[in-house]
């Protein structure tokens, strides 16, 4: 746990960025094609909530505690230090995710003209590759998705594993938990890249909104006014993901969902975004309302 940050921070994560930075260069400044109208409606929404299967801010969630432990084994102990450390590490990873994924969405437009719609998503990124860098291209994508992978399943294991360690009490050891994750992983890896998507997609379309809300709720928590604000946009953006995780899986609760088809932007995938500030505001009110009639208790007992 002490070091898993330092060999992925030096070795894997360079390794991969340096391999997806020459990808998309290359495909930007010698592009395969010219970027075509592919009639797709609402390709925003689309494309926002199949970013979902990338799982970044899921994992960011999840490998936070690792990531700022790191940074105080650093010697930073003091609060404000690690704050700028990790913001200022933010920032950079930030940058370099919109270089990378920007630079793969244009790479993935120049060639939308000249792949079958129905084309699934791995013979896709494959075909691409191969278009702009020939047959060492396949190498190249090899090892990126190979670094890829490896680096973002480094940092879950260890953060599950650290997590379930402590839930038990160090009764189950971290390495023992290590070692059941690793195997789970290559177990189910092995069902194949498509199976996995369909498995997990729906999941992740109930836990990447309340992720957002808990994230953007975060970032302006000095502007928060209470507790029950946070409640109240995490309940409400919960309640509607469920209902449309269970849709996802053929579990059609059918009074619930004709509901959140009238919410707007329901169409689009973001059913969840005014049912959240819905959730904000009563929620805020309703803290201060109770808070309120808890001071009056005192007073009059007083």
């Not at 449309?244 to 969902?257: F, I, P, S």
């Amino acid at each position: 746990r002490s070091n898993m940050i330092d060999k992925v921070g030096k070795m894997l994560t360079p390794a991969l960025l340096v391999i997806l930075l020459f990808i998309v260069f290359k495909g930007t400044f010698d592009p395969i094609g010219t970027p075509i109208d592919t009639n797709l409606p609402n390709s925003f929404s689309n494309a926002f909530t199949g970013a979902y299967q990338t799982g970044d801010l899921f994992t960011g969630l999840l490998c936070a505690s690792v990531f700022i432990g790191a940074v105080i084994n650093k010697g930073y102990k003091d609060q404000a230090n690690v704050r700028k450390v990790a913001i200022n590490g933010t920032i950079i990873a930030g940058v370099g995710l919109l270089v990378v994924y920007g630079g793969l969405l244009y790479i993935g437009a120049t060639g939308a003209g000249q792949f079958p719609k129905d084309i699934e998503s791995t013979a896709l990124l494959t075909s691409l590759v191969d278009r702009l860098l020939g047959n060492y291209g396949t190498i190249f994508l090899a090892v990126a998705v190979t670094l890829a992978c490896l680096t973002t399943a480094i940092g879950i294991t260890a953060s599950i594993a650290d997590f379930l360690s402590h839930l038990t009490k160090n009764k189950i050891s971290y390495r023992i938990w290590v070692l059941v994750i690793c195997i789970s992983g290559v177990s189910i890896g092995l069902l194949g890249v498509e199976k996995i998507i369909n498995f997990a997609l729906p999941l992740f379309l109930g836990l990447y909104p309340v992720s957002i809300v808990i994230v953007f709720l975060g970032v302006f928590r000095k502007y928060i006014p209470n507790a029950g604000a946070y409640k109240g946009a995490v309940l409400l953006t919960i309640s509607v993901s469920l209902f449309e995780t269970l849709g996802a899986y053929g579990l059609d609760v059918k009074l619930a969902n004709d509901f959140i088809t009238m919410i707007p932007l329901s169409g689009n995938g973001f059913a969840w975004i005014l049912p959240a500030i819905i959730g904000f505001i009563g929620g805020a009110l309703l803290h201060r309302t109770m808070a309120r009639k808890q001071d009056t208790k005192f007073d009059l007992s007083a």
